[in-house]
């Protein structure tokens, strides 16, 4: 089948199957109806290439990333598939590392070579105004997920990490602990800083400080918990509590606590973030900020796909997701005194 053979079939134009095939708002609900049912009921399928090359654009959705928790890349990719599979494209993945000195040149071979549809970025590449620069030059779309507004609204979905990492120091102050440490993630991540900044203020509703000596910062990575919490852990006055930044250091935590003979939570109380799946499969389960992140990246490709599905992207809104804390049994109210 071709696309003249389901234009003669359905007794339209060529152009007109090619506006159904690519979700045209200018159709009749009747006309469009009749094509999509002999496209159905033939099997016709469209050849991606030959539309990218009438568009000068492949129908592909770039999601570039450099992220150390596999878990977190999962959930996002999962979250754009919801939403590109439904406009007719696919899903093309772009791992990078910011560190690296080809990191710039990487991206822009990716972009130029692809003639991506449009791109969705995660923190911590969102964060980064040299990728930006470069999208801009290529004329490529993109949407940014961060942790604070960084551009016009439509291209953003803000996650407000801050009013999450917020909550969980109202949680542990909350229990009466007061030796309350922080691990942070990467600095080269602005929810590092975010998560942390909101950690402090939701300290000091509780009249507490954040103390330097009980600030370490990890890699948003399993090992980087467990490392950090062994330092902790082997001070004098040891916190009682710990918030790490992300939901794989503090698992590590959990493990650096049971390797120094410690109950959690009756001896320490530990948070996370994100609420990957694995935090409700550990043991303890684990109390953490909730952060949506497939729906954050169904939101993304939604707002890049804006214009297949008819709608004008400088119209739309910017999505903001609001993180929110989810109590298990890792944190307990302060034992003793």
């Not at 696919?90 to 070579?113: K, M, W």
């Not at 499969?281 to 109390?287: A, D, K, S, Y």
């Not at 890049?304 to 910017?318: F, P, V």
Request: proline share 6%; glycine share 8%; with cysteine.
């Amino acid at each position: 089948m071709t696309i003249n053979d389901v234009a003669r079939l359905a007794g339209v134009s060529k152009k007109t199957v090619s506006r159904v095939i690519n979700n045209s708002p200018l159709l009749r609900a009747e006309t469009r109806e009749k094509v999509q049912k002999v496209i159905a009921d033939s099997g016709f399928a469209p050849d991606p290439q030959a539309r990218g090359l009438a568009f000068r654009r492949s129908f592909l959705v770039g999601m570039i990333y450099d992220n150390p928790s596999p878990n977190y890349v999962v959930n996002m990719q999962q979250g754009v598939l919801d939403a590109v599979r439904g406009a007719g494209l696919e899903l093309v993945v772009h791992p990078c590392n910011r560190a690296s000195d080809t990191f710039l040149s990487d991206v822009r071979g990716f972009i130029v070579r692809q003639k991506l549809f449009g791109v969705v970025m995660p923190p911590s590449v969102s964060e980064d105004e040299r990728v930006i620069a470069i999208l801009k030059e290529a004329e490529c779309p993109y949407v940014r997920i961060a942790s604070v507004s960084l551009d016009e609204p439509r291209h953003m979905v803000v996650t407000n990490d801050s009013s999450g990492a917020a909550e969980a120091a109202r949680h542990l102050a909350g229990l009466g602990h007061r030796r309350i440490a922080f691990i942070s993630g990467p600095d080269s991540f602005r929810s590092s800083h975010e998560r942390g900044r909101g950690f402090a203020e939701g300290l000091a509703e509780h009249g507490l400080t954040l103390d330097p000596a009980y600030v370490r910062v990890g890699a948003y990575t399993f090992e980087s918990g467990v490392e950090a919490a062994r330092d902790l852990l082997a001070m004098a006055d040891r916190p009682t509590a710990i918030f790490a930044g992300n939901d794989e250091m503090a698992i590590g935590v959990m493990k650096a606590a049971r390797d120094a003979g410690l109950d959690v939570p009756f001896d320490l109380s530990i948070c996370g973030f994100d609420d990957l799946p694995m935090a409700s499969r550990v043991w303890p389960n684990l109390t953490t900020v909730r952060l949506p992140i497939r729906d954050m990246g169904r939101m993304a490709a939604e707002k890049l796909t804006a214009s297949i599905r008819g709608l004008d992207a400088a119209t739309l809104t910017q999505p903001e997701v609001r993180p929110s804390l989810v109590v298990r049994d890792s944190t307990a109210p302060l034992q003793g005194s």
